[in-house]
């Protein structure tokens, strides 16, 4: 039985829109708008019980899964949703023991996601030029005790990686097209490329370099999300939705 | 260096349409419309290599990666797309380590796509009342070397699983809401479950059984995938497209 | 040259966002958070001729369609978008001179779209149970110039129309599959039913009543509308859209 | 009531995929895989009756609309479906009274579809500079009754167009961003432009050629439909669909 210990973070769920990742610690409290309650409670309690605010209302405390970190991590511009990490995973073949290169690590929000795909044999190198971001980044990361799978390095990808023989280099920039040749060297042979892009013409660019590159199953695709209301009587797509978040061009390399 | 050995598959790739997964032994040879090759001749060259057919096409030796042994798969009646597949693993959270049970095996595709993401500590548990069906998936699981991460067991679901805490339980189904009940009570706490489904009427029911349960964050979605073409001058999704293949159900269980 | 009159609606363009939709005449302003109109300067003006406000802001006159209309009507619980309009029109063949009836009035957005397409000779006949919302639809209507191809009758349709051999019987309502005998009635032979709906249970049981009357071709649609952005280096579909509006289930009837 | 005359086409119905469009004539057989009929059996029954072969098999015989005459039209290269042509009536107001320039004919088609509209008091001016295309449009819009409201103009539409005070200006045609100076010189004020396009490129070069004239609402749109099959407990879209016929650019001219 996995239970809760102290330093555990949660996910403390009121309802379908509103959550709490915190960090359990004794004594600590969590301010809600239904009542207060006493962190220290949940210690020794198995995940997914029940705990009652200081007004009486009902939260669950959950086990943060990747997506609940993601959901809550800051976004820099351009946002991969679950969606396309999803996708992104499958089409590259991320998995335990892969080696893969990020560029750029931005809030770290896809580093996790990929770090904690490669565990525990794996390796993510993620690159940015932006230091700033990676020192966000890192705590991200380091919450989500995925610190020992991944490699932070300050440095502009157009200049070059100092890994070789990755698996997956992935490309969630905006200039995704100057790196491909970068990529191209970095990557094993059959490894697989990957770029995700919010703009038509950054594809357009990014799959012309790639075209002068021995690479081959090119590949851009878009994904839609649609969430059903499921309810007797009113089952329906939801009025309101994300229309495009980015287009995702893979392709594997080979010599 | 990741060399090919005899003994390996390799994802034979003549052009985006054709592809032939064959295992590479010493003395036998592919039989193409481009010509035959020496599958010998591709030991001990590096993946991704270029091998010349009989008639002088070139062939790319790819290491196969999950997705394409998906493709090759032949599918039973209800057929989940890569697409699906990645935000089911991103949404139950599966990765290294974790214990999911599924229902049905089926053809063993799915089954192959979860085993290759818990390795090397984790285990599916994948129920499937018809054995005939099983074996042929054993076949697949042992052929992509996943063997060691799963358990199949050759029962009807709504019998109830003989498993117990696990962290996600994935079904793939015609009646997934008779088996709402063994789900939960295969959960650990917080535990995802999450259920595959091509009509909505099976949504509605699943839905209406999850509600019956302990379950919170129940979501159902559904996922449209378009292609891309990108060409100079003739950028623009593909004409024909899938338009729908299943809708999604995910729940988490609180106790 | 089609000159603005004293009398005339214009549609008041200041940017993509903001619109007026107001009656010109002679002495009236138009107050706006860019500065007051004198809208009579615009009389014998040509229609999309610039003015400008108090501030010196330009603003254009343009000649109301009805699109602008139905984006000007407010609407009651469902609520047809000119997608669905639109291919309603095609689908049921609507145009001039058709014999048209529609349930519910609402608003009389719907109802301005098909008297505009009918005319001269057509005629539109709109059942409503609630007058409350026929008078509003009345005014709205008669403010389009349309009142002349419209016949408003204060009935709830489930006790029949009394009217015969219609080309057209047009559902927008919350229980059309009650309707559907009715609506076969009222049809002339090889005319067209539509019916919009929301909801999936509404489509389920509109499209078993069809199946229980001679009704050929039924066919349930939906449509969903994608805005893209297109800018230098910034193209892209729309962030945020509108997901779902309804579905549209037409059906043609034999005898 | 109406009734079937010799020389009418009728749209005969044998299920959801087959239906011929034909003339009625005494004594003219009509021959299928389902044993032939006597069309002149028809004569003087009302639309929508049903008729038997001489295997016995019935068929309905039913008034053909514009639609049905869009379904068995040969396609040239680009193709607006029904959604396409349903958004674009409602987008450019094309109604009765209307007058409008298209190009290019093509089979006529389009042509067929905004004749119907502007009768009868208004015009379709539809250019193209393959004569060999329009006199297969002249028969086609012949066919359907249409011609006394189409003037087909065998000219290239960047010659400039000789009729002014249109409407509304239509492109359906390769290279629409050459043609916007034209259409902006045809328009009446606050006339609207419209363009078909299946590539984004053509989409963005069109664009950029109508915000170097006095265009406002200028909007990019595509539309996606989805038939849904409504069957208990079979209840989804439909598999296959068609995933993109083409990008529909709008704007309002102003002065």
New interface residues.
Partial sequence: ??LIKEGDDVLL?LD?RKTFLIRVEEGRQLHTHKGYLQLGELIGK?????VKSSLGVTF????P???DRLAKTVRRTQVMY??D?????????I???KRVIEAGTGSGALTM?LA??V???GRVYSFDVNSEFQSIAAANIDRAGLSPYVELVSKDAAEGFDVQ?VDAVILDMATPWVIVSNAYDAL?????FASFS???????KT??ALKTHRF?????????????I?E????????????????L?TA????
Same sequence: chains 1, 2, 3, 4.
């Fill in positions: 039985m996995d769920y379908d198995p995940f997914g019980s029940a669950y405390a959950l086990k899964l990747i997506r679950p969606k990490i999803g996708y992104l995973l499958i089409r590259t073949g998995g335990p023991g996601a904690e795909q565990r525990p044999d023989g094993i042979g059959s490894g697989v919010p703009t038509i013409e950054q594809v357009m799959v012309s081959v199953e090119i590949e851009t695709i878009e994904l839609i999300l649609r969430k059903i499921v007797p009587n009113r089952t329906r797509p939801e009025t309101l939705m994300i229309g495009h978040s980015g287009y061009t594997r390399k080979v010599s």
